[in-house]
């Protein structure tokens, strides 16, 4: 069982502590709950417990949001992979051209490709910036024959990237808020609107 619950329910009523089971080992014997409590009781009032560092509330809601952006971030870079493979598996080699497979210019490419856009001239027209300076490379990679399946797909990845983006600027909202509310205690972060594959750093 989980100590969190408990924490959190008794929390601001009581003058709690949290110790490693491994400091209080008890000799072998018939153990219980009853027992167990008595042998810690005894403990506490002789001061031979070592509390364990809880992070006050703002701090520990700062921790799970910033973990459950990692994990959204993690699961983007792997979908972002998946799309690649996807591309690949139908003869298109947008990757070996474009650095972001799915930045402004390679996003577009995918999508009328699934559209069922074939014209070469057309599809190398979305590049943007410094990319339509490769457009003739661009022509090349994108030679491929995507199947239905693929087509699919990619439809389900680039979808399922969508909402990973949102959460995770979502959670870049929450974080800011939870951060506007901590006194100052030298914890910073940075991170760049739009740049949801990013990491806090």
Not at 122 to 133: D, Q, S, T, W, Y
């Amino acid at each position: 069982m989980s100590w969190k619950p408990v924490w959190y329910a008794l929390e601001g009523h009581f003058e709690l502590m949290l110790v490693n089971p491994r400091h209080v080992k008890r000799a072998p014997g018939r153990k219980t709950d009853v027992t167990d409590a008595a042998w810690l009781a005894r403990l506490a009032e002789c001061g031979l417990l070592s509390s364990s560092f809880v992070p006050p509330p703002e701090i520990r809601q700062l921790r799970d949001l910033t973990r459950l952006r990692t994990r959204l971030v993690q699961q983007r870079a792997a979908e972002v992979q998946r799309i690649d493979k996807l591309l690949e598996e139908g003869g298109v080699k947008l990757g070996s051209v474009a650095s972001d497979t799915l930045g402004v210019s390679g996003r577009a490419m995918p999508e009328a490709l699934i559209a069922g856009e074939s014209d070469l001239d057309r599809l190398a027209e979305f590049a943007k910036g410094r990319l339509r300076a490769k457009r003739d490379e661009l022509r090349l990679a994108l030679r491929g024959c995507l199947g239905e399946r693929q087509r699919v797909m990619l439809r389900v990845g680039l979808d399922h990237i969508d909402h990973l983006d949102a959460a995770i600027c979502a959670l870049d909202d929450r974080v800011d808020e939870v951060m506007a509310l901590l006194p100052s205690c030298g914890i910073c972060w940075t991170r760049s609107r739009g740049s949801a594959n990013e990491p806090l750093r």
